[in-house]
């Protein structure tokens, strides 16, 4: 199982079984911080009571070992008083001496690493504070903690990305856990009797016996969505833990899967699933707790981001940063490159196709900052060559095309670095999707219509090509990207819908009514299904914003960064997700995040502080491929075999009329179906690949 996640940890691996207890442990390393072999996993603690397989970084360790020296030294020095003897050493100095660096907390945020005090960026191991350190890894830290702390008080005290699988002998009981966002995977699942887990699913795969079926109730959902939703994997009983999620487990829950879906909270036989973060909880106290001066908002929002970034660039490898010329990416590295000492590494790729290419934005704003940037010009044919790969890569069905830019710019950056800081969550946190822009104004413009006219207004925009519209919105100077896609896209949301929220529902779905193209299914709920789970929010624009932080954030975006960059042994890093960034987008008001039709004002607001506005001020493009016209050229072949009608009839997944029907008005140029299209491709070629 282990040996099938060698991309993900090419440096070093490990096993521990336990055969009396009936546990086995695998691990790959990418060795980050220490790269001696005092972090080799799995670890097991100090004491001998927890053995850990831990996937991430625990970007404030250095604070926690220091947290955790200052409370074992001041136990030390209570219990000599009580002896009637004295302290051998002052417990803040003996925590101030130690090695290895560290920080403090900022007081208003407990969750957001003020700057490290000169002179405590070293490494190495020591004693501090009564605690034997063998090395500086985090996973050394995270052992410690849960000694002292316990498993959630851990959690809660940790900030950073990760997968945690930690057995505890003592108790004979097994914590699942994994970070607050959903930045790394954890899978898991039964299979004919054994429990198994892992970071992607081809590790349960090569579990003995793996047989577990597609289940058409989450292909269905698949299909809407073009990615598999929390809390769901494509396997029956296989399931993904959900972000923010422990899941706790003795050898009774180990048997055979629970009678409903996991979700928390869940308690059952020998099974407990509680949530130790709640992102909702944070939105929602966030949007009561409103920041009311925006000047003073965004000075501390820089100060936070520096604070993430400073604490993210922590790394015993290189490291660099995607820089794609957008506000995001911009933001990130112009903050970090402040940081820096000398050049930050930053990398792009441009493409022929002018219309899909940002490397022009990118090399403007890296001269600018002074980085030092690299670029790589891809040819149709370099993306095409990456197509073949995308099922193992991705190991389940996944419809992001931007997914093949990404592996394209994660393989070129692996070149020279080991670690890469991303610019991604910034849309969901501070309002850059356009459909938070646009939705309201449409709907407050169509919504006293009538139903029947408003089917019919749909009908007639439907009815006119992309290319038509296209055209129109060149003539009247309509600063959009795709502007006949979204316009055919927003035609297809307002028909039939009943609200705004009804409205977002659909315009985050590429096949509306799934049920009617995979044969025998009953599409699985899910959290854009179930409105009486959505975050009590005031403004359906925040709703959106919480909505897609939940479900789009960690099912789509940063599962597609993760695997893309894992392939190729690079570790990735999102400043934006950092806990206190979260918490204090969730305080700034809709007014002060998006204004004048245009989202993210927070950012840019920042990142003019920077760089020139004229630099990055342009219609939100995205890390877009010409997909459209691939499938109606080079990649025609390829997809007509996959959606040939006999073999869709002969596989029994699908209905092929619809699938034909979409086909052929794509390559007539009718419609642009490359995204509804795109998902039925991807689970086609999953299925070839594993036939």
Not at 150 to 161: D, K, P, Q
Not at 280 to 294: K, M
Not at 449 to 459: E, G, I, T
Not at 562 to 576: C, H, K, N, Q, Y
């Amino acid at each position: 199982m282990s040996d099938r996640l060698a991309h993900r940890g090419p440096d070093d691996r490990g096993q521990w079984v336990d055969p009396e207890a009936g546990i086995a442990l695998g691990h790959r390393r990418l060795a980050i911080l220490d790269l001696s072999p005092a972090g080799h996993q799995p670890m097991a603690s100090a004491s001998g009571r927890y053995v850990i397989a831990f996937n991430g970084e625990i970007y404030n360790h250095l604070v926690l070992r220091r947290e955790l020296g200052a409370e074992m030294a001041a136990a030390v020095t209570g219990s000599e008083r009580m002896a009637g003897g004295k302290a051998t050493a002052d417990p803040v100095s003996c925590v101030e001496a130690a090695p290895g660096g560290g920080g403090r907390l900022s007081p208003g945020s407990p969750l957001t690493p003020a700057r490290l005090p000169a002179g405590e960026r070293g490494f190495g191991g020591s004693v501090a504070g009564g605690l034997d350190w063998r090395g500086h890894s985090d996973t050394e830290t995270l052992l410690a903690a849960f000694e002292r702390w316990g498993v959630e008080e851990t959690l809660r005290r940790a900030v950073g990305m990760f997968a945690v699988a930690l057995w505890d002998r003592a108790e004979r009981r097994l914590h699942l856990a994994r970070d607050r966002l959903g930045e790394k995977p954890l899978y898991y699942g039964w299979c004919r009797g054994a429990f198994v887990f892992g970071s992607e699913l081809k590790a349960l795969r090569a579990s003995p016996g793996f047989d577990n079926a597609v289940d058409r109730g989450v292909l269905s959902a698949y299909l809407r969505f073009n990615y598999v939703p929390e809390p769901y994997s494509i396997y029956r009983h296989v399931f993904k833990l959900e972000p923010g999620c422990v899941l706790t487990l003795s050898r009774q829950g180990t048997v055979s899967p629970p009678p409903s879906t996991p979700r928390a909270p869940m308690r059952g036989p020998g099974l407990e699933l509680r949530r130790w973060w709640s992102l909702q909880e944070v939105a929602e106290r966030g949007q009561a707790n409103l920041l009311p001066d925006e000047r003073s908002t965004l000075d501390t929002l820089e100060a936070r981001l520096r604070d993430a970034i400073r604490f993210q660039s922590i790394a015993d490898v290189p490291l660099g940063a995607f820089l794609s010329g957008g506000v995001d990416s911009s933001t990130i590295v112009a903050l970090m490159q402040a940081e820096a000492m000398s050049p930050v590494r930053t990398f792009t790729i441009g493409f022929e196709d002018a219309a899909h290419d940002e490397a022009l934005h990118a090399r403007a704003v890296a001269r600018h900052l002074g980085t030092d940037h690299t670029e790589l010009y891809v040819t149709a044919r370099d993306a095409l060559d990456v197509i073949p790969r995308l099922p193992e890569i991705y190991d389940e069905p996944f419809a992001d095309s931007s997914q093949i830019p990404t592996h394209l710019v994660c393989q070129q950056a692996r070149r020279h670095v080991t670690v890469a800081l991303s610019g991604d969550g910034g849309d969901e946190l501070f309002g850059g999707y356009n459909r938070y822009v646009w939705a309201r104004r449409v709907w407050g413009k169509l919504a006293w219509l009538p139903s029947a006219l408003r089917v019919a207004l749909a009908r007639w925009i439907l009815a006119r090509p992309t290319r038509q519209w296209d055209a129109l919105a060149a003539r009247l100077r309509i600063g959009v990207t795709l502007p006949g896609d979204k316009a055919h896209k927003l035609a297809e949301g307002v028909a039939g819908v009943r609200d705004l929220d009804d409205l977002y529902v659909r315009l985050v779905s590429e096949w509306k009514q799934p049920e009617g193209v995979v044969l025998g299914a009953s599409e699985v709920p899910t959290l854009l299904s179930q409105r009486g789970d959505w975050p009590a929010l005031r403004e359906a624009e925040h709703r959106m914003m919480a909505l897609d932080a939940l479900s789009y954030l960690p099912g789509d975006i940063l599962c597609k960064v993760d695997r893309a960059a894992m392939s190729v042994s690079l570790e990735t890093r999102v400043p934006f997700l950092d806990p206190g960034v979260v918490e204090l987008a969730w305080r700034i008001p809709l007014a002060m995040k998006i204004r004048d039709g245009q989202g993210k004002r927070p950012l840019r607001r920042i990142l003019r502080r920077y760089v020139p506005p004229e630099l990055i001020e342009r219609p939100k493009q995205g890390f877009a491929i010409p997909l459209p016209e691939w499938l109606r050229g080079q990649l025609r072949d390829w997809a007509e075999a996959l959606l040939e009608e006999h073999r869709l009839r002969d596989e029994g997944f699908f209905d092929p009329a619809p699938i034909r029907r979409r086909w052929r008005e794509h390559l007539e140029g009718r419609r642009n179906w490359q995204a509804a299209l795109w998902g039925v491709l991807m689970f086609q070629a999953w299925v070839q690949e594993r036939a």
